[in-house]
């Protein structure tokens, strides 16, 4: 009947992973509609840690559908590890993950091509997680890259020596040294396996769905602030990472969309390099780090951490019409007396709240409002302190948007549905 779209509306790690977890019991499928490995969604589920590259966060609800679309990139090794996983935790794959045909696939060589163009940056390096992501979205507009559905066509092997090549004499200007053999062999290894697998054409299977009156959640990955059009470029990832690229990602009419469900965490953070206002470089900064155990899921990065900003927070709910907000990590704050929020930029000396063409090349400085802080509080889904709920309808008013959830731990059990609470009717 209905797609819903969930989406971060920072610059990624907003607890995606845990909340489509939550949700889906709520529909039908579960559906990434675009990333690659170089997303983690990390479930913990029983006092169990699981981190989720490409596999959509439903996988561990049963009897739910979990569709890989068309606008995610697939890197063979990294899905069959995951898959691997799963099997061993008695997951009937058979019956619940499924995978877009036109998906396209990460080689071996895209991953070179990664690390060595990265390399070469030097001091004006990106943070690219190396997974092959850009070059493998660069094949795709290029109209060079190999399918999913690819791997049914009996000259599948040609095909790949044909891209291959072309990627050996690209990497022949870098001074980068590889070896393919060890990598390749693994890589069609997994090739097999992913054969193997429900490929389906991914736009007929998702509408199908709908048709049956049925609701689909679409998936997102990385964060808003990280769109290749919207965000802090050329700081961003390889894609569309805001709620229309749902469409394109999974082939669905925009008809089709209902909420946007968008996440933000209490404060900010930021993995790998590229602007950020309200970046702490202080004991503060290393405070929230600790606390909130603020490393990469995928890279183990550890995060760069600041306070909450709102010019940036209105920007990506504008762009992507989010409707539904959702509040994570709000216990990691707990050890502040005074909080700060940023409400506007100072640009020139004048006072601004739209972001800036090129946040890279503008100079801000963020202009902070202090809010009382519940340091010392026990966070539970029974009691929220006053102090939280006074940040939570300081955030509702400054955004116009209501607060649907709130984490207040990693638990499933930790999220608490504030449209059931009077205090927020």
């Not at 169990?48 to 739910?64: A, D, R």
């Not at 069959?80 to 080689?107: P, Q, V």
């Not at 097999?192 to 959640?217: A, D, P, W």
């Not at 005074?338 to 739209?354: D, F, L, R």
Request: with cysteine; glycine share 10%.
């Amino acid at each position: 009947m209905a797609v819903d779209v969930l989406i971060g509306l920072q610059w990624g790690d907003e607890g995606k992973g845990k909340i489509v977890d939550y949700l889906a019991p709520r529909y039908s499928m579960i559906a990434r509609f675009q990333g690659g490995p170089n997303a983690g969604h990390t479930l913990k589920i029983d006092g169990q840690k699981f981190v989720l590259h490409t596999v959509p966060s439903g996988i561990f609800n049963e009897g739910m559908l979990n569709l890989i679309g068309n606008g995610v990139v697939i890197d063979p090794i990294t899905l069959n590890a995951e898959l691997s996983k799963l099997n061993a935790l008695g997951i009937a794959l058979d019956k619940s993950l499924f995978i877009a045909r036109k998906a396209h696939l990460i080689l071996p060589t895209h991953r070179m091509l990664d690390a060595a163009s990265e390399s070469a940056k030097g001091a004006g390096k990106i943070g690219s997680t190396l997974k092959g992501i850009g070059p493998t979205y660069m094949d795709k507009t290029g109209r060079n890259g190999l399918r999913i559905g690819d791997l049914e066509h009996p000259d599948f092997k040609k095909q790949y020596q044909i891209l291959k090549e072309k990627h050996l004499r690209l990497l022949e200007q870098y001074q980068f040294d590889y070896n393919l053999d060890e990598i390749e062999t693994e890589w069609f290894n997994c090739i097999e396996l992913i054969r193997k697998q429900n490929l389906v054409n991914g736009e007929y299977f998702i509408n199908s769905i709908l048709q049956r009156g049925e609701h689909v959640l679409a998936e997102g990955a990385q964060g808003s602030m990280l769109d290749i059009d919207f965000g802090t470029y050329p700081f961003v990832t390889s894609s569309n990472t805001m709620a229309a690229a749902a469409c394109t990602g999974l082939g669905v009419a925009p008809t089709k969309i209902r909420d946007v469900y968008g996440i933000s965490k209490a404060y900010c953070t930021r993995v790998g390099s590229g602007p950020f206002p309200t970046e702490l470089f202080d004991d503060t900064g290393e405070r929230i780090r600790k606390e909130g155990a603020e490393f990469g899921a995928t890279t183990g990065r550890p995060r760069r951490c600041g306070w909450l900003d709102l010019p940036a927070l209105n920007y990506t709910i504008m762009l992507s019409g989010t409707n539904r907000l959702i509040i994570t990590k709000a216990d990691v704050l707990s050890i502040f007396d005074q909080i700060q929020v940023c409400n506007a930029y100072n640009i020139n000396g004048v006072s601004v709240t739209e972001m800036p063409y090129d946040l890279c090349t503008t100079r801000v400085t963020p202009e902070y409002e202090s809010v009382k802080g519940w340091a010392g509080t026990t966070l539970n889904v029974n009691e929220i302190p006053d102090a939280l709920i006074s940040y939570l309808k300081y955030i509702e008013n400054k955004t116009g948007v209501k607060i649907s959830l709130l984490s207040i731990g990693p638990e499933r059990e930790q999220l608490i549905e504030l449209e059931n609470l009077k205090i927020f009717s």
